[in-house]
């Protein structure tokens, strides 16, 4: 049996994974859905928009499922935390991507041109909704959560739904909104042809560049606000009690890690060069590659920066969830990785094969 800093770690690892596996796979179909009103001006085209998401977007959310079943079972603490501090925020995504399927499916039940455009609009509004929360809820982790633990390890939450909407968070729910429409344009690129491929190829410059500026202006911003450093000696693989350390904030903190480590700002470089590529490239499938490899190295900058740290805490810096405080036991780590070498090579698989007999082919 693996030890349990090491299992930590690895799980800290996964759970990245998973949610850079959501940011591309269900990214797109959310890209697409916000581009829906701009890229398609007639019901044939927003019919075709629809259609090269259509065999796609439910699938896509079993990395969203999975995701929450990782965290569930692998940081407990923070689950709980988490979905305290963040109901109603969460709350409305999951009314987002229930509205989503009911817009797919209900929009051709009748031939009204107001039905069928009001359920477009959902279509789109379900997106952004999605996108920019999204990224406000990492944003928000930077800013550090309004929430504390009592000497019971009870979560108590101080937080409104407005006060998740700093003008930092909404920010980087921008970057998260211009990053899927990217990655959208690139999709629709590959997937449609004719007024719509060359539509979503004209999105993808200004996409790029939206960015390429809002990544640069968070990454700016990130230097002025307090980061998370542990001051006291922990131990890796103690018990899981976030109470037993002590946590101060430090101006420009969450830059630590690439400090200590240069060679990991390779990460956001790549973001950047990757940007460039899809917004630059008369390739489809390498725009889409490009734009995926864009969502995956975002994401990657963000866990990089905030690593050890899970769920910081504003109110209570010395409850901030960390990788060595937050997790299951290691019995419940190894059994889980278990199930995670032989079940995510399932679901890549599959994966791939939907998209092989279900996808047509690439332009």
Known sequence: MLELETLRVIW??????????F????????????????VAKTDQERRVVINSIGPFWEGNQVWFILGGGAVFAAWPLLYGAAFSSLYLGLFIVLVALIIRPASIVYRSKLPDPRWRGGWDWSLFVSGLVCALLFGVVF????????FAFDADLRARPEITLFGLLS??????????VAMLVLHG?????????????????????????AFALLFTAAGLWLMSIDGYRITSVFVADAPSNPLMKTVARVRGGWFANFDAHPSWWIVPV???????????????????????????FTVGTAGIALFPFLLPSSLSPDSSLTVWDA????????????????????????????HRVMGGGFR
Do not use: H
């Open 12 to 21: 800290w690892m996964l759970t990245g994974v998973l949610l850079m596996g």
């Open 23 to 38: 940011a591309v796979m269900d990214g797109f179909d959310l890209g697409s859905a916000m581009l829906l009103p701009f």
């Open 139 to 146: 944003g928000n982790l930077f800013r550090g959560i309004a």
């Open 167 to 176: 003008p930092f968070a909404l920010l980087v729910g921008l970057v998260s």
């Open 185 to 209: 344009a690139a999709w629709l690129r590959l997937k449609t042809e004719g007024d719509v491929a060359t539509r979503a190829r004209r999105v993808m410059p200004f996409a790029a560049i």
């Open 270 to 296: 790549i973001a950047y060069a990757a940007v460039a590529i899809a917004a630059l490239t008369q390739r489809a499938l390498v725009a889409f590659l490009a734009s995926s490899a864009v969502c995956i």
């Open 327 to 354: 997790s299951s036991t290691q019995t419940t780590l190894s059994t889980m990785l278990i199930a995670a070498l032989i079940f995510l090579p399932i679901i890549l698989a599959y994966t791939a094969w939907i």
